[in-house]
Structures are given as structure tokens and as C-alpha cells.
């Protein structure tokens, strides 16, 4: 058998042994569908199919060994196929991209621009909105990459996982607050502190609120804001403190304002999920190693 009448093989078996219908969706003749099964029947000295008056049941073990590898070698051969096809052309087609804004602003600043222009076939759709929605989006497969905070609520086996950033959340605050005297701070001397912080559509929201719950803190949540600029900016002329991404600092030019580190932080771990499939085509494989190969460095 060549791959075509592997492919029919498989169709026959697929159709529950009815010749009838399996030829229907193959688009040739019944009989010369028979006659392919027969004569390699006849050639090997075996028999793939149980018969009855001679109409096909079900599959002997010689025919479900058969079936098993056949599926395998024609699943095999389509994907090569597609990737000779995809080989033959350049990078082009969509790729959506889930990321919150801070994150955005803070680690892709410089990706996400080069590698448009590093790729002008290519439609990159970036979506920047808060880690729950991008998480909804991400298992209603409706976006092919998204980058969210671990640790993040997804089943094992939904998504691939890969960290490409570890740091913690730091305080920033003006530089004449209190607390600013301390080179680190402890979570108790947040009690009572006024505060502007991400809202709940953010996980560093959740991270924050389950920190204050264990070390028993209780702040005063005066601001919260879906942007971290504005967080940032809120603190430099009031003694609110504001807790952010460690690497903000990497972007801050605001005279007056300072990061303090904690003795015990909350991590700040970035990791990308792509949607486990079967398949994966060559722009998806192309865009995921540029994402890889930039946050390796």
C-alpha cells in the first residue's frame, strides 16, 4: 500500500467497515475500494477484516495492529506535507497576543515593536487587558499566546507553560515618606498605610490582598487603578506608597520618588502559555522561538 491507500485504510475503518459510506467521503467506487483491501489481503497471505456474507465487521488483530500504525504513519505524512507547504513560503498570517499593559510596559517594551517591524507579513494582534480576562480568552482558545504571573489557576495539560522572567514586587513611594528611611521594609509596617494599588482585575491585586491576609496588615486602600504610571505618579507629591514589578525602577526618570525592597517579597514570575494542540503551524513555532530566544538572553 502507498500513502493514498493507507489513507483509505483508514477510512474504511473510520466509517465502522461500511464500504459504502467510506467511499462516499473517499469520492471513488465501492468496488474498487473492496478490490484495493482484497488483492493486499490476497498479496500479504492474511486478512485485515472479519467478514460476513462477505461484508467487512470488524478488524482481525493483524488489521488493528495495521490500523494502529497506519494512523500514525498518515498523520505523520500529512504534517510533513503541510510543513514542506508552509516551508515554500514566508512568515505570514495572524498571531493574537495577550498581555497586561504592565507587563507590556515592562518587559516587551522593546520586543513587541522589533518584532513587527522585523516582520511586516505578519499581523501581530496585541491584546493588553488584565490577567483574568486574557486567562478566559487563553482557554476559550480565542488567542495563541498569553503572558501572564504565576502562579496563575490553569489545569495541568491545558496549556504549555514557559518562564521567561523571575523578579519580586517592590514599594515605591516619594521620597520624603516615612517610610523611605528603611532600606527594606517589613509587610507589618504597611498596617494602617494609605496605599494606591492595581484593581482586582489584576493578579498583583490578588497577590497583595492574600499577602495583607496572612501577615495580618491592614492598609488604607485610598487608589486603585488599572494603570501603573498612575500609581506610580500618585505617590510623588502624598504619602501614599504604591507596590509594583521591581523593574518599573528600569523605567523610572521621576526625581522624588524611591523603591524599597521587602524582607520577604512576592515574587513577580512572568510565564507564557500557548494552548496545547495537536498541531502547532510554522508561524505559531517561528513567533514562540522569537519570544523565547529574546527573554533567553
Same mark, same amino acid.
Given at each position: 500500500?502507498?500513502?493514498?491507500?493507507?489513507?483509505?485504510?483508514?477510512?474504511?475503518?473510520?466509517?465502522?467497515?461500511?464500504?459504502?459510506?467510506?467511499?462516499?467521503?473517499?469520492?471513488?467506487?465501492?468496488?474498487?475500494?473492496?478490490?484495493?483491501?482484497?488483492?493486499?489481503?490476497?498479496?500479504?497471505?492474511?486478512?485485515?477484516?472479519?467478514?460476513?456474507?462477505?461484508?467487512?465487521?470488524?478488524?482481525?488483530?493483524?488489521?488493528?495492529?495495521?490500523?494502529?500504525?497506519?494512523?500514525?504513519?498518515?498523520?505523520?505524512?500529512?504534517?510533513?506535507?503541510?510543513?514542506?507547504?508552509?516551508?515554500?513560503?514566508?512568515?505570514?498570517?495572524?498571531?493574537?497576543?495577550?498581555?497586561?499593559?504592565?507587563?507590556?510596559?515592562?518587559?516587551?517594551?522593546?520586543?513587541?515593536?522589533?518584532?513587527?517591524?522585523?516582520?511586516?507579513?505578519?499581523?501581530?494582534?496585541?491584546?493588553?487587558?488584565?490577567?483574568?480576562?486574557?486567562?478566559?480568552?487563553?482557554?476559550?482558545?480565542?488567542?495563541?499566546?498569553?503572558?501572564?504571573?504565576?502562579?496563575?489557576?490553569?489545569?495541568?495539560?491545558?496549556?504549555?507553560?514557559?518562564?521567561?522572567?523571575?523578579?519580586?514586587?517592590?514599594?515605591?513611594?516619594?521620597?520624603?515618606?516615612? !517610610?523611605?528611611?528603611?532600606? +527594606?521594609?517589613?509587610? /507589618?509596617? #504597611?498596617?494602617?498605610?494609605?496605599?494606591? $494599588?492595581?484593581?482586582?482585575? @489584576?493578579?498583583?491585586?490578588?497577590?497583595?490582598?492574600?499577602?495583607?491576609?496572612?501577615?495580618?496588615?491592614?492598609?488604607?486602600?485610598?487608589?486603585?487603578?488599572?494603570?501603573?504610571?498612575?500609581?506610580?505618579?500618585?505617590?510623588?507629591?502624598?504619602?501614599?506608597?504604591?507596590?509594583?514589578?521591581?523593574?518599573?525602577?528600569?523605567?523610572?526618570?521621576?526625581?522624588?520618588?524611591?523603591?524599597?525592597?521587602?524582607?520577604?517579597?512576592?515574587?513577580?514570575?512572568?510565564? !507564557?502559555?500557548?494552548?496545547? +494542540?495537536?498541531?502547532? /503551524?510554522? #508561524?505559531?513555532?517561528?513567533?514562540?522561538? $522569537?519570544?523565547?530566544?529574546? @527573554?533567553?538572553?
Amino acid at each position: 500500500m502507498d500513502i493514498r491507500h493507507l489513507e483509505y485504510f483508514v477510512e474504511v475503518v473510520n466509517s465502522k467497515c461500511n464500504l459504502s459510506a467510506a467511499s462516499k467521503k473517499l469520492c471513488i467506487s465501492q468496488p474498487a475500494l473492496s478490490a484495493l483491501i482484497r488483492n493486499f489481503e490476497e498479496g500479504e497471505n492474511l486478512r485485515l477484516f472479519e467478514r460476513y456474507n462477505g461484508r467487512l465487521q470488524n478488524l482481525t488483530n493483524s488489521g488493528e495492529i495495521f490500523y494502529k500504525n497506519a494512523v500514525e504513519i498518515v498523520a505523520n505524512y500529512q504534517t510533513m506535507m503541510s510543513d514542506l507547504r508552509e516551508s515554500s513560503v514566508s512568515y505570514k498570517g495572524r498571531i493574537k497576543i495577550g498581555i497586561p499593559p504592565l507587563i507590556s510596559s515592562v518587559a516587551f517594551f522593546d520586543l513587541i515593536p522589533n518584532m513587527i517591524l522585523d516582520n511586516p507579513d505578519i499581523k501581530f494582534d496585541i491584546v493588553e487587558l488584565g490577567a483574568f480576562e486574557l486567562k478566559k480568552m487563553l482557554l476559550s482558545n480565542s488567542l495563541d499566546f498569553a503572558v501572564l504571573l504565576q502562579p496563575i489557576d490553569i489545569s495541568p495539560g491545558v496549556t504549555n507553560e514557559f518562564l521567561l522572567y523571575t523578579g519580586e514586587l517592590t514599594a515605591f513611594m516619594a521620597a520624603d515618606n516615612p !517610610l523611605a528611611v528603611h532600606e +527594606k521594609l517589613a509587610w /507589618s509596617q #504597611l498596617n494602617g498605610q494609605p496605599m494606591a $494599588i492595581f484593581n482586582s482585575d @489584576f493578579m498583583i491585586h490578588h497577590h497583595l490582598m492574600d499577602k495583607f491576609h496572612v501577615q495580618n496588615v491592614r492598609p488604607k486602600i485610598a487608589v486603585t487603578s488599572a494603570n501603573w504610571d498612575f500609581l506610580l505618579l500618585s505617590t510623588k507629591r502624598t504619602n501614599l506608597l504604591t507596590v509594583l514589578p521591581s523593574p518599573i525602577h528600569n523605567l523610572l526618570n521621576i526625581q522624588g520618588i524611591v523603591e524599597r525592597k521587602f524582607h520577604d517579597p512576592i515574587p513577580w514570575r512572568i510565564a !507564557l502559555h500557548q494552548p496545547i +494542540k495537536n498541531r502547532y /503551524s510554522r #508561524l505559531e513555532k517561528y513567533v514562540l522561538k $522569537i519570544m523565547l530566544d529574546h @527573554f533567553g538572553k
